[in-house]
């Protein structure tokens, strides 16, 4: 049977110890984190007398690492509170608290002999049936459990997070000689479900997959830079998003990492793998040698590739010139292949286009050539690993995918290129092809996935043929879904897509998904087929923003040409398709994730109930282009500080204002979906999906659970307002804060209108308002600052730089 895992024990609270921990109290999961004891007294203790038996001291290791983990940036919890979930101790006073858990999570040193000695003590107080993994990174997983009993065999495995653990979604799950295959279930499902990872099932090979496959792909973009001469803003103009792969390429990336880092995963690999045709290339370049020889091994010693120094009051960022071995001013890369890339939206056309050249053996300039070798080469050795490393295709792309954030896993470039034009061009440079290109040549498909009707297959090397992608229970992919069955209706912005079981979805697809006439005429579109049609609507989609607001440059050019009727009919209508999902027949489910700001964190507050991504950056921003909430959000805050404080006497409500006004004026965005709910965007009733891939079918089981449960529309809300009283004090506050030079004067402009919409408007006393007279005054308040010259700067320079402006 699968294992119920209830409470986790994480032994050692380093970097990835202290942040697993850290992911595992984010999902409700309460944990041990246990690290060794001081060897000496530092500093501190001995000035106050302590010993190496006093608490604060043996537990010193253990706490910093909690401390670390609690001001890590990016967070490593979804919230401070959270961290209370995470109890410290350490390895002597409380190892047998690992007898109390199900789940026993090792992430000590990287030292066969420390986990093997460590391991010896866990099974004396560990129960039976207890999951012990390791989250070694590249030692093998049969040599740590060796000599262990068979119980402890029997659950024994690898669980490899990649860091940070809360926002990688890539764990390698690797089993032992002996490993139950409900283990590896449990693990899965844990992972999964509550921890919200894709997990990829590795066999026990030097590094796995992820970071097999990404050191040889970033050791071989080294080697190609030097034998071109290239520096290293060249490298990274060309191996980032150009590419599909994440903005910090590769030298950002290595600085991330830690070069001490890299250097002990080339080591590794190169002293493991011995039968690999490309052992040599798991060699760090002479250059690389000294700068960890310097010291210089990335942010954690302030240099790297890159260098932040400061000059003056400000920072400049210097680049490494690898051939000198010395610092200098950053150059900006000049490529006419990368820059007319940069006009093809899709990565594989994209991808494509940047290696043509090669194939058709011109050649082309040095991001070309860079791009061709790194790419090809990368995936020929990703090719040749296939089944020594793993035995599905898939599994390796998810693996890059997951892992390491790339677009497109190798598998899926070879793709993109085309295999059979990629795989010519490899042989006229005298390169043979693995026996699994030539295989999935030899198919009728002859390419390693095939898309049809929403059914996705990819070439299975064991069977020889094309294998379906089976997604577990519980996965809706929209794009599937609407290759399978089609679309309700669509327009340019928007389309409505039947879930299955009486759900109609509302999916953006707009540029950035913001929001303009497109968006909103599906969603009334929707709500219309409530009526008759549908008995549910979550308004969701799987980009990686759900909304980032109002199409912001249609906002400007209105107000730049003075088209205020324009602006007020558009606002109108956002308010209007805000209220009909609020007060919708049948109910309406909001699914943000990624960033929810302004108008798509007002579609989400009108919703009868919000299921987010506990990765969701949920905020009311208008504040930041001079502006402030015109579709209903400020009237919902409003009604949820009156939610607050009912039954309450007016200073009751004050206090609930205070953190509305606030939030609003500093446009502040939740850090999390959890955070969301802290700054009032989220009810106590709402939901959080722990696993975006799942988020869509979660909400529909929201929306009919909601349906079940007998739904009927909110009461139209009565909204009490307290007029001068709040308007006086949140005038003052703005004195201060402009006073104090946290504010300027435009700020203070924008956050008197602000106020002037929580206070009820022209009202003095205290009374009861409509939902609709709140709706008149954001109105009113919004068009009249698309007409003030500094909200159309800071909507210019936003648009612009993608920054706030601060005049």
């Not at 049809?452 to 090397?461: M, V």
């Not at 987010?612 to 502006?627: P, Q, S």
């Not at 606030?662 to 696993?691: C, F, H, Q």
Request: aromatic share 6%; net charge neutral; with cysteine.
């Amino acid at each position: 049977m699968k294992r119920r895992i209830e409470k986790v024990a994480v032994l050692g609270a380093g970097t990835m110890g202290a942040r697993i921990a850290a992911h595992l109290a984010n999902a409700g999961i309460p944990c041990f984190l246990l690290d060794i004891l001081p060897a000496e007294l530092n500093a501190d203790e001995k000035r106050k007398g302590l010993t190496l038996e006093s608490s604060a001291v043996r537990n010193r290791i253990v706490l910093a690492g909690l401390e670390a983990a609690k001001k890590a940036r990016p967070a490593a919890f979804f919230t401070p509170e959270t961290a209370r979930l995470v109890t410290p101790g350490n390895l002597d006073d409380n190892i047998a608290w690992c007898g109390q858990v199900d789940w026993i999570i090792e992430a000590v040193a990287e030292n066969l002999e420390i986990k093997r000695n460590l391991f010896a003590r866990v099974e004396a107080v560990r129960k039976l049936g207890t999951i012990v993994t390791s989250n070694t990174s590249g030692l093998p997983i049969h040599l740590i459990a060796e000599g262990r009993s068979e119980d402890f065999q029997l659950h024994w495995a690898g669980t490899h997070f990649f860091n940070p653990p809360r926002y990688m979604k890539l764990v390698e799950l690797i089993a032992g000689p002996k490993t139950r295959p409900e283990v590896l279930e449990s693990l899965d499902e844990i992972c999964d479900l509550r921890l919200g990872k894709g997990v990829v099932v590795a066999k026990d090979t030097p590094n796995f997959i992820a970071n097999r496959i990404g050191t040889f792909s970033m050791l071989n973009v080294l080697r190609r830079m030097q034998e071109l001469e290239m520096t290293i803003e060249d490298v990274d103009a060309c191996t980032g998003p150009a590419i599909g792969q994440p903005k910090s390429a590769t030298f950002r990336t290595a600085d991330l990492v830690g070069l001490d880092i890299l250097a002990h995963v080339v080591r590794n690999i190169y002293e493991k793998v011995t039968g690999d045709e490309s052992r040599e290339i798991y060699k760090l370049p002479p250059f690389v040698e000294e700068m960890l020889k310097r010291g210089w091994l990335g942010d954690k010693t302030a240099g790297g590739f890159y260098k932040k120094v400061k000059k003056g009051g400000d920072s400049e960022i210097l680049t490494l010139d690898w051939q000198k071995m010395e610092y200098r001013p950053r150059q900006k890369a000049k490529f006419v292949s990368i820059e007319a890339g940069k006009a093809i939206e899709d990565t594989r056309e994209r991808v494509r286009a940047l290696v043509a050249p090669a194939l058709e053996g011109k050649g082309g300039d040095k991001a070309n050539r860079l791009l061709w070798s790194a790419l090809s080469e990368t995936c020929l050795y990703a090719a040749r690993r296939v089944p020594e490393i793993a035995d599905r295709i898939l599994d390796v792309d998810r693996a890059m995918r997951w892992g390491f954030a790339w677009e497109l896993g190798p598998f899926e470039t070879w793709d993109a290129i085309g295999v059979e034009r990629m795989g010519q061009a490899l042989e006229r440079e005298g390169k043979g092809l693995p026996p699994i290109v030539r295989k999935a040549l030899e198919s009728p498909a002859r390419s390693f996935y095939q898309s049809e009707k929403g059914t996705t297959r990819y070439f299975d090397l064991a069977a020889n043929a094309l294998k379906p992608v089976e997604e577990p229970a519980g996965i809706i992919i929209l794009k599937s879904l609407k290759d399978r069955t089609g679309v309700v209706q669509k327009n340019a912005g928007a389309s409505l897509i039947d879930l299955g079981d009486g759900v109609i979805c509302c999916e953006f697809h707009s540029k950035m998904n913001s929001i303009g006439g497109d968006l909103v005429a599906m969603i009334h579109a929707g709500i219309s087929r409530l009526s008759s049609e549908f008995d549910a609507m979550v308004i969701g989609n799987q980009a990686t923003n759900f909304s980032v607001g109002a199409n912001l440059m249609l906002v400007l050019i209105g107000a730049q040409e003075g088209e205020w009727d324009d602006i007020h009919m558009a606002v109108r209508q956002f308010q209007r398709v805000n209220m009909a999902i609020k007060y919708a027949p049948r109910p309406v489910v909001a699914a943000p994730q990624g960033m929810a700001l302004g108008g798509g964190c007002e579609i989400g507050l009108h919703a009868g109930r919000i299921h987010a991504a506990a990765e969701a950056y949920i905020g009311l921003v208008e504040t930041g282009v001079g502006l402030i909430p015109g579709g209903g959000g400020t009237k919902e805050m409003l009604i949820r500080a009156n939610e607050h404080s009912a039954g309450g006497e007016n200073l009751d409500l004050f206090h609930a204002l205070k953190p509305v006004f606030e939030n609003i004026a500093m446009a502040k965005v939740s850090t999390s979906g959890e955070e969301a709910r802290m700054l009032g965007y989220l009810r106590p009733s709402d939901l959080i999906a722990m696993n975006r891939d799942r988020q869509i079918a979660d909400a529909k089981q929201t929306a009919l659970a909601m349906v079940r449960a007998g739904y009927h529309p909110p009461a139209p809300a009565e909204i009490r307002v307290l007029g001068e009283e709040f308007l006086a004090a949140a005038k003052l506050a703005i004195h201060m804060m402009v006073r104090g030079g946290y504010a300027t004067e435009y700020d203070g402009v924008v956050g008197r209108k602000l106020a002037y919409i929580l206070a009820g408007g022209p009202i003095t006393a205290p009374q009861t308002v409509s939902e609709q007279y709140v709706l008149d005054l954001e109105r009113e308040a919004f068009v009249s600052l698309c007409g003030e010259r500094k909200t159309q700067e800071r909507m210019a320079h936003t648009l612009k730089t993608g920054k706030p402006l601060r005049n």
